[in-house]
Every structure is written in structure tokens, then in C-alpha cells.
């Protein structure tokens, strides 16, 4: 089994930054696309961005400039950089990842952004 886990969520205020970041127990990376995921009071858990093995990115329309995902095989690790950050960014932020086969989950870092 392997084991994801998120760090570096918090309370930050509007427009300020956070950078997440999800580590493998193991060395699943290379050939695993690595999503984070966010799911906000009563609402249901929606894509944020994605990386594939190759490095191509995806990110959702809401995001689209303010927030870069990165990857180290290397390291096991995905981050998330989240620049200008708006209260509707405010939910709980999950890193997956996922092949043909396999799909693990993290437990999910709170980000909260408010004044």
C-alpha cells in the first residue's frame, strides 16, 4: 500500500501564498499522473490541476494563472504553488495519484484563506 501525504496547508489572507506538497512512500511517480483535488464545505471534490508522467499540466479555469503544479520523480514528491489566493480557494486539498492501475488518495491538507 501506498501511502500520500500532504503538507504545507494553513490560513493565509487574501492575495498572500501557499505551496503544497504531497509525498509518496514509495517510488510511484514515474509512471503515475499526479492530481490535487480540493473539496469545500458542502460542495463535491473538484479537479484542481493535474501532471502527467511526462510533465504535461492541466489546470481548472478558476486556477489558471495563480496556481503551478510540479513534480520530482526523484523525490516522490507533487507540489502545488498557489499565488493570489481568493477566499473561494478556501477548501480541503487532496493529492492523488493515478495509473491503469492504481488510484491512491492522501488524507488532505485545510487550506483557509480569510482576513
Known amino acids: 500500500q501506498v501511502q500520500l501525504v500532504e503538507s504545507g496547508g494553513g490560513l493565509v489572507q487574501p492575495g498572500g501564498s501557499l505551496r503544497l506538497s504531497c509525498a509518496a512512500s514509495?517510488?510511484?511517480?514515474?509512471?503515475?499522473?499526479m492530481l490535487w483535488y480540493r473539496q469545500a464545505p458542502g460542495k463535491e471534490r473538484d479537479l484542481v490541476a493535474s501532471?502527467?508522467?511526462?510533465?504535461?499540466?492541466n489546470y481548472a479555469d478558476s486556477v489558471k494563472g495563480r496556481f503551478t503544479i510540479s513534480r520530482d520523480n526523484a523525490k516522490n514528491t507533487v507540489d502545488l504553488q498557489m499565488n493570489s489566493l481568493k477566499s473561494d480557494d478556501t477548501a480541503v486539498y487532496y493529492c492523488?495519484?493515478?495509473?491503469?492501475?492504481?488510484?491512491?488518495w492522501g488524507q488532505g491538507t485545510q487550506v483557509t484563506v480569510s482576513s
Open positions: 492523488n495519484a493515478r495509473s491503469l492501475v492504481f488510484n491512491y
Open positions: 514509495r517510488s510511484i511517480f514515474s509512471g503515475a499522473a
Open positions: 501532471i502527467t508522467s511526462g510533465g504535461l499540466t
